[in-house]
């Protein structure tokens, strides 16, 4: 069993930079892909961006690709999202979540695969 748990939310203005934290215990996971979904009050949640498991390869939403970075440090087990030129309709509530596939393909969109998930942190932003 994977324990994740993220942090790194909060307010900020539009234009401003956040970083996630996505801490990982339990079972390593240093040989999953994880990603990043987020979900807006009443709506889906929705695939962000995905790491596969040595970092080499990852994937992004059409909607963040060129504002958000994902990486991870699997000496550490942290999976980091660096926010940046962030937008109120980015606003939602982030979780990470792992899965047994080890590169982000196109499968790795779909929520329903993943085994493991974060309690969520908020971030909103402000215009």
């Known amino acids: 069993q994977v324990q994740l748990v993220e942090s790194g939310g909060g307010l900020v203005q539009a234009g401003g930079s956040l970083t996630l934290s996505c801490a990982a215990s339990g079972r390593i996971v240093s040989n999953r892909l994880v990603a990043w979904f987020r979900q807006a009050p009443e709506k889906n949640r929705v695939f962000v961006a995905a790491i596969g498991w040595s970092g080499d390869t990852t994937s992004y939403s059409d909607s963040v690709k060129g504002r958000f970075n994902i990486s991870r440090d699997n000496t550490k087990n942290v999976v980091y999202l660096q926010m940046s030129s962030l937008k109120p309709e980015d606003t939602a509530v982030y979780y990470c979540?792992?899965?047994?596939?080890?590169?982000?393909?196109?499968?790795?969109?779909?929520?329903?695969?993943?085994?493991?998930w974060g309690q969520g942190t908020q971030v909103t932003v402000s215009s």
């Open positions: 979540g792992s899965t047994t596939l080890h590169h982000p393909t196109i499968q790795a969109r779909d929520f329903r695969i993943y085994h493991s």
